[in-house]
T-cell receptor
Framework: NAGVMQNPRHLVRRRGQEARLRCSPM?????VYWYRQLPEEGLKFMVY????????ESGMPKERFSAEFPKEGPSILRIQQVVRGDSAAYFC????????????FGSGTQLSVL | GENVEQHPSTLSVQEGDSAVIKCTYS??????FPWYKQELGKRPQLIID?????GEKKDQRIAVTLNKTAKHFSLHITETQPEDSAVYFC????????????FGKGNQVVVIP
C-alpha cells in the first residue's frame, strides 16, 4: 500500500509564475490536508478537503492560493503569481473516513521562489 | 483557535538516558493529541497518540501522558538511541471540530552517542 505521494519533490519558480503541487492520498483515504512548513517552524494548517469539497480553508491565504480534490486524480495546491515569501515546504496528509484523526504525511514539496 | 506550545525547543541527551518533551494546549475542547517525528528532510511520521479519555499510553520505549486539568501532555522516550534524534511535533485537535490538527513548533532532540 503506497503511502501519500507528493510531486514534485522540489519546485523552483520565478516570481510571478504559478506553482502546482500535487498530492495523491493513501489508498482508501478520502480526506486530504495541506500544511506549510517554514524552517524551524511547525506545520501550519492551510486547507482540508474531501472529494470534490473544500471543508475548511481557513488557513489558506484568500488571494493567489487555491486547492482542489477532484473526483478523479490527485489533490492540487495551486499558488498563482508566486512571491519569495511563498518559499517553504508544503506537506500533504491524508486520513481515512473511519480513523480520520490519524494523518499520514507525504514527503513534501520544497518550493523555492527565485 | 487552538494554540499549541512545546518546551524545550532543543533537548540534548546522552544515549541511554530518557528524554521528556512537554506540550501545552489552550483549547479545553481538544480531545486528540498525537506526536509526530520528523527526521531531517523527511516526512513527519505519527509515533504515538492519546485521546482525552486516557491518562497514559505506552508503546515500547515511547509513552505519552496527558493532564487535562493543566492542559498539557508529554512525550517520554526511554533508553534513547541515536536514531531517536529528530524533531518531534505535538498536535491537538478539537472535539466536534473540522478535524484540523494544530501543531506546535517542534522540539529538536539530539541523542549524543
Amino acid at each position: 500500500n503506497a503511502g501519500v505521494m507528493q510531486n514534485p519533490r522540489h519546485l523552483v519558480r520565478r516570481r510571478g509564475q504559478e506553482a502546482r503541487l500535487r498530492c495523491s492520498p493513501m489508498k482508501g483515504h478520502s480526506h486530504v490536508y495541506w500544511y506549510r512548513q517554514l524552517p524551524e517552524e511547525g506545520l501550519k494548517f492551510m486547507v482540508y478537503l474531501q472529494k470534490e469539497n473544500i471543508i475548511d480553508e481557513s488557513g489558506m491565504p484568500k488571494e493567489r492560493f487555491s486547492a482542489e480534490f477532484p473526483k478523479e486524480g490527485p489533490s492540487i495546491l495551486r499558488i498563482q503569481q508566486v512571491v519569495r515569501g511563498d518559499s517553504a515546504a508544503y506537506f500533504c496528509a491524508s486520513s481515512s473516513r473511519i480513523e480520520h484523526e490519524k494523518l499520514f504525511f507525504g514527503s513534501g514539496t520544497q518550493l523555492s521562489v527565485l | 483557535g487552538e494554540n499549541v506550545e512545546q518546551h524545550p525547543s532543543t533537548l540534548s541527551v546522552q544515549e541511554g538516558d530518557s528524554a521528556v518533551i512537554k506540550c501545552t494546549y489552550s483549547d479545553s475542547a481538544s480531545n486528540y493529541f498525537p506526536w509526530y517525528k520528523q527526521e531531517l528532510g523527511k516526512r513527519p511520521q505519527l509515533i504515538i497518540d492519546i485521546r482525552s479519555n486516557v491518562g497514559e499510553k505506552k508503546d515500547q520505549r515511547i509513552a505519552v501522558t496527558l493532564n487535562k486539568t493543566a492542559k498539557h501532555f508529554s512525550l517520554h522516550i526511554t533508553e534513547t538511541q541515536p536514531e531517536d534524534s529528530a524533531v518531534y511535533f505535538c498536535a491537538a485537535r478539537r472535539r466536534l471540530g473540522n478535524n484540523r490538527l494544530a501543531f506546535g513548533k517542534g522540539n529538536q532532540v539530539v541523542v549524543i552517542p
